[in-house]
Antibody, heavy 121, light 108 residues
């Protein structure tokens, strides 16, 4: 059974940092590109970042987070990460990791349960 | 960036009725459109990919159609568990991956 389990969310002050993790199981993690999607309270879905299955192919960021967030992965540990620095109030959201249905696609058939990040003083 | 516009914002229907959701793209996306359902407190669930293909385990009452810029998600006969928010998403030209703003389906 495919499982994605996020962790690392919490309350942080503006300007602070958090590192989110996503533990993957039930599939061959190193064969899939992986993605982060967020959802602000009461709002819609917003793509955040993507990383290719192998480190050397691509990393992409939404304009709203570029230069502040860093996506990475550890294929040996079946884990995806999102390092979030210089956090702003508008980064408050539930953050989901998501797996595409087919590796080179970008529609998502598996999602984690999400981890809530709250940026507030 | 491709903008997806969903309509209506809210749909009020009764169980057993037919629901139709619209998603319009700001430029052609061929058939590279997905639909998701999201219930409160839950992650989104993939319903339809590539405009008209049901994802694994999705009931046959859900169907998708359209191409280029105009897409439709139809639920043929609403079940109580179908009341949720529905999002469309394009993957033809990314980054960025973009989502529509969502349509809320509520019980009338």
């Amino acid at each position: 059974e495919v499982q994605l389990v996020e962790s690392g969310g919490g309350l942080v002050k503006p300007g602070g940092s958090l590192r989110l993790s996503c533990a993957a199981s039930g599939f061959t993690f190193n064969s899939y590109n992986m993605h982060w999607v967020r959802q602000a309270p009461g709002k819609g879905l917003e793509w955040v970042s993507s990383i290719s299955s192998s480190y050397s192919s691509y990393i992409y960021y939404a304009d709203s987070v570029r230069g502040r967030f860093t996506i990475s992965r550890d294929n040996a540990k079946n884990s995806l990460f999102l390092q979030m620095d210089s956090l702003r109030a508008e980064d408050t959201a539930v953050y989901y990791c998501a797996r595409p249905s087919v590796n080179d696609y970008a529609d998502f058939d598996y999602w984690g349960q999400g981890t809530l990040v709250t940026v507030s003083s | 960036e491709i903008v997806l516009t969903q309509s209506p914002g809210t749909l009020s229907l009764s169980p057993g009725e037919r629901a139709t959701f619209s998603c319009r793209a700001s430029q052609s996306i061929s058939s590279y459109l997905a639909w998701y359902q999201q219930k409160p407190g839950q992650a989104p669930r993939l319903l339809i990919y590539d405009a008209s293909n049901r994802a694994t385990g999705i009931p046959a009452r859900f169907s998708g159609s359209g191409s280029e810029t105009d897409f439709t998600l139809t639920i043929s006969s609403l079940e109580p568990e179908d009341f949720a928010v529905y999002y469309c998403q394009q993957r033809v030209n990314w980054p960025p991956i973009t989502f529509g703003q969502g349509t809320r389906l509520e019980i009338k």
